[in-house]
């Protein structure tokens, strides 16, 4: 896997890593969801900004003319043909970490963007990343399709220090220099619920697996009394 969070924003833009984060909603064989990433947005006294898959725009808030963008992967690949495999694979890698799911934070005249194990600070002005970090230290285990599933943290700012709270830990984080502070285990009773599978969904599946409830028997609409009333 490619390096994480580059200290040098030519070297960020050159390998396009600045955020690396498999998207839960993954399909098949680890195509991306076919659903696009949602949209954020900032109003500051500096102008609107939205960012969507990675894509950083500030517009002018009064004409809504766009005036710059910041592409934070790069350039989006074209895709391969369907008979290249590896590339195929690096190309789906790629549309997976633009679709994670992502927070923007407007903080005085900088901008704070997470999109799943990336953070960076990024000047409002002329949308320069100042700071950065990779939040990927603690790795939970995958679910079955190989992905984690990391929604977008709940957050709180303090002076210069953001707290965020992950799927299964809390971590301070300073903005100014992306310098993890500390990090730690949230306790059992804040870390996700588990997920029932479909057939977990069903309470007690009484009598059978059609729809209806199909008590007592085998047909849809539920058959009630396991036959016919009043028999033949």
């Given at each position: 896997?490619?390096?994480?969070?580059?200290?040098?924003?030519?070297?960020?833009?050159?390998?396009?890593?600045?955020?690396?984060?498999?998207?839960?909603?993954?399909?098949?064989?680890?195509?991306?969801?076919?659903?696009?990433?949602?949209?954020?947005?900032?109003?500051?006294?500096?102008?609107?900004?939205?960012?969507?898959?990675?894509?950083?725009?500030?517009?002018?808030?009064?004409?809504?003319?766009?005036?710059?963008?910041?592409?934070?992967?790069?350039?989006?690949?074209?895709?391969?043909?369907?008979?290249?495999?590896?590339?195929?694979?690096?190309?789906?890698?790629?549309?997976?970490?633009?679709?994670?799911?992502?927070?923007?934070?407007?903080?005085?005249?900088?901008?704070?963007?997470?999109?799943?194990?990336?953070?960076?600070?990024?000047?409002?002005?002329?949308?320069?990343?100042?700071?950065?970090?990779?939040?990927?230290?603690?790795?939970?285990?995958?679910?079955?399709?190989?992905?984690?599933?990391?929604?977008?943290?709940?957050?709180?700012?303090?002076?210069n220090t953001l707290y965020l709270m992950r799927n299964r830990e809390i971590l301070a984080l300073s903005i100014t220099d992306g310098k993890i502070l500390?990090?730690?285990?949230?306790?059992?009773?804040?870390?996700?619920?588990?997920?029932?599978?479909?057939?977990?969904?069903?309470?007690?599946?009484?009598?059978?697996?059609?729809?209806?409830?199909?008590?007592?028997?085998?047909?849809?609409g539920g058959n009630r009394g396991g036959g016919n009333r009043g028999g033949n």
């Amino acid at each position: 896997m490619k390096q994480l969070l580059t200290l040098s924003v030519v070297l960020l833009l050159a390998t396009g890593t600045l955020f690396a984060q498999p998207n839960p909603g993954a399909g098949p064989g680890g195509q991306p969801n076919a659903a696009p990433a949602p949209a954020l947005m900032a109003y500051t006294p500096n102008g609107l900004f939205a960012l969507r898959s990675g894509v950083l725009v500030k517009f002018n808030a009064a004409t809504l003319q766009q005036e710059q963008i910041f592409e934070l992967f790069g350039k989006v690949p074209t895709p391969p043909a369907a008979n290249d495999a590896a590339a195929r694979q690096v190309y789906f890698a790629d549309m997976q970490r633009r679709q994670a799911p992502a927070l923007l934070i407007p903080r005085e005249n900088d901008l704070l963007v997470i999109i799943g194990d990336g953070f960076a600070r990024i000047n409002q002005m002329t949308l320069a990343v100042e700071a950065n970090a990779d939040l990927a230290a603690a790795q939970p285990a995958p679910n079955a399709g190989g992905f984690r599933q990391e929604p977008a943290p709940g957050y709180v700012m303090h002076d210069n220090t953001l707290y965020l709270m992950r799927n299964r830990e809390i971590l301070a984080l300073s903005i100014t220099d992306g310098k993890i502070l500390s990090r730690t285990a949230l306790p059992q009773e804040l870390q996700p619920l588990p997920q029932a599978g479909n057939q977990g969904m069903r309470p007690n599946n009484p009598g059978g697996n059609n729809a209806g409830g199909n008590r007592g028997g085998n047909n849809a609409g539920g058959n009630r009394g396991g036959g016919n009333r009043g028999g033949n």
